[in-house]
């Protein structure tokens, strides 16, 4: 019975993801490198970049299963891991930095603080030469929730506009 509601839960917040419709803006110089993202946003950047090839580094906590299952399905590499657990699997990450391709992380991590950078996407960074990308979104009708994100929950077939700037290297 688990088993059949996370296939469910997997296949309905697919559906839901691919619903969304995502507008990005991205600067002149856009390349390959990490998309850092807030927590609170996770279903949005997960619906921006699917099926880009984007190696994404999800937590081992069971929201991170189910998210993990959903990234797979819409064309994502997963590498699981935190700042906490799982951390020495992040060279994974880096090795898909080193040949040119995107990754994509939470920058505040699984658990937060909300809004404050972990080390671990900066690191990434200056150890792969590659550019950090802050990705922010703005969001038609949706849900935010009370957790320690305020995690938005985009109502199906609601526009979401993505801007992608420069962080650091």
Not at 50 to 57: D, I, L, S
Not at 107 to 117: F, V
Not at 125 to 141: D, E, F, I, Q, T
Not at 149 to 155: C, M, Q, R, Y
Request: aromatic share 10%; with cysteine; charged share 20%.
């Amino acid at each position: 019975m688990d088993s059949f509601k996370v296939k469910l839960g997997t296949l309905l917040t697919t559906l839901w993801v691919k619903s969304l419709r995502v507008r990005i803006s991205t600067p002149d110089d856009f390349a390959p490198g990490i998309l850092g993202i807030w927590h609170r946003d996770l279903l949005a950047s997960t619906a921006a970049f699917k099926y880009w090839g984007v190696h994404a580094f999800i937590s081992q906590s069971k929201d991170g299963d189910l998210f993990a299952a959903i990234a797979q399905k819409l064309g994502y590499t997963v590498t699981r891991g935190s700042d906490s657990h799982g951390a020495s699997n992040v060279r994974h990450v880096l090795s898909t930095l080193n040949q040119g391709k995107f990754a994509g992380m939470a920058l505040d991590g699984p658990h937060g603080p909300a809004g404050q950078i972990k080390p671990g996407s900066q690191w990434l960074s200056k150890k792969s030469g590659r550019p950090l990308w802050l990705v922010s979104a703005k969001y038609g009708p949706h849900l935010t929730l009370k957790t320690w994100d305020n995690f938005i929950l985009p109502l199906p077939l609601t526009s979401i506009d993505i801007e992608i700037k420069y962080l650091c290297t």
